[in-house]
């Protein structure tokens, strides 16, 4: 199989990686990029336990080729954190105890934190929706949503 030499943006850092073209975004970050954050969940875009933000929109990244990524800016779950601080999102799944197993937490923090990027002062209602659609199989979603509440509170105060 041919293989194709991409450059991927991933939080703020240009990577070139040497790829089939049939390899999904998720593979690359993880096998390529050594960033396995997103997790492999259905790998049909049920889950979005792959989720990341591509151009500023949460993307299952199971279902989108790593060759499409290409000249498009990747954040990744590893990108959140500014060293040692942790993103709001971060601080509030912690303190709210957002978190039991673990394994769809790296994607409900990137969908919830595009979405709120996009629409800071977002309902509770349209929160809901946003946050129904990534699966989680422990925390009963109550949590999660205390989480992003505050969270979105911190981030909008926030330059």
Do not use: W
């Not at 041919?2 to 970050?29: G, M, P, V, Y």
């Not at 000249?71 to 990108?79: C, D, L, N, Q, Y």
């Not at 946003?130 to 949503?145: D, F, K």
């Amino acid at each position: 199989m041919t293989k194709h030499t991409i450059q991927l943006t991933i939080n703020d850092q240009t990577r070139t990686i040497s790829i089939d073209a049939r390899k999904t975004l998720l593979d690359a970050l993880r096998e390529d990029c050594n960033l396995t954050g997103a997790h492999a969940g259905c790998e049909h875009g049920v889950c979005g336990a792959c989720t990341v933000i591509v151009e500023g929109e949460p993307v299952r990244s199971c279902l989108m080729f790593a060759v499409q990524a290409q000249g498009k800016t990747i954040r990744t779950v590893e990108g959140l954190a500014q060293g040692s601080a942790l993103h709001p999102m971060q601080k509030a799944f912690t303190e709210q105890h957002a978190v039991q197993c673990g394994y769809c937490t790296p994607g409900f923090l990137m969908l919830t934190v595009a979405a709120l990027e996009k629409t800071p002062h977002m309902d509770d209602e349209a929160l809901r929706e946003v946050v129904a659609s990534n699966l989680c199989r422990c925390t009963g979603y109550e949590n999660i949503l205390a989480a992003v509440r505050i969270a979105a509170d911190d981030m909008r105060r926030r330059p």
